[in-house]
């Protein structure tokens, strides 16, 4: 079966802008995380979504980060005002188990932005 | 103390030979281990779960030290393929991945 899969894969944006960062999980998968990913860093965690709800949001840099899952499948990262710090990969990843169940995390592509 | 620590690398291993790297972490409430494994520029992919008696698969072995709150990989008979970059993720009440352990496999 699919994957999953974000998009767009790449997006180059200017200081100031407002981006939204999209995440399809794999079918089922209840638990959906977002990460953010620096070069030569781990990934950071962002936010957990269990279902629709926003379980943990407390790696959120800041209240320019915002992410929903209304209907517990697809999930949107939105980034206001967009800075130059926030160039990174958005790393998305779901789970057929939720934080306590400990289960595998299946990580999307990523997606690449730049921030000029 | 870092939650989560790694030596970063790069380890430079012959083909061949075995590689050992170890990951600690602060938080002795912690509850999950993994190894998850990232090629260059792709995403990172599940290696093995650490269990608390050690576990093996095929020619990478992980182990779990509550006492010294760490945890190992090792790798027997390296490939060229197994060049990649390792990281270590902890989970207690949230999953914090370490920076990653980078190793290259020579020929």
């Known amino acids: 079966g699919a994957g999953v899969s974000q998009t767009p894969s790449n997006k180059v944006t200017e200081k100031g802008k407002y981006v939204e960062l999209r995440c399809d999980p794999i079918s089922g998968h209840t638990a959906l995380y977002w990460y953010r990913q620096s070069l030569g860093q781990g990934p950071e965690f962002l936010i957990y979504?269990?279902?629709?709800?926003?379980?943990?949001d407390s790696g959120l840099p800041n209240d320019r980060f915002f992410a929903v899952r209304p209907e517990g499948s697809v999930s949107t990262l939105k980034i206001q005002r967009t800075e130059r710090g926030d160039s990174a990969v958005y790393l998305c990843a779901s789970s057929s188990k939720g934080l306590a169940g400990g289960g595998e995390q299946f990580f999307g592509p990523g997606t690449r932005l730049t921030v000029l | 103390r870092k939650e989560v620590e790694q030596d970063p690398g790069p380890f430079n291993v012959p083909e061949g030979a075995t590689v050992a790297f170890n990951c600690t972490y602060s938080?002795?409430?912690?509850?999950?281990f993994f190894w998850y494994r990232q090629d260059c520029r792709k995403e990172p992919k599940l290696l093995m779960s650490v269990y608390s008696s050690g576990n093996e698969d095929g020619r990478f072995t992980a182990q779990l030290n509550r006492a010294s709150q760490y945890i190992s990989l090792l790798i027997r008979d390296s490939k060229l393929s197994d060049s990649a970059t390792y990281l270590c993720v902890v989970k207690d009440d949230k999953i914090i991945f370490g920076k990653g352990t980078r190793l290259h496999i020579l020929p």
């Open positions: 938080n002795s409430a912690s509850q999950s």
């Open positions: 979504f269990q279902g629709t709800g926003a379980a943990d």
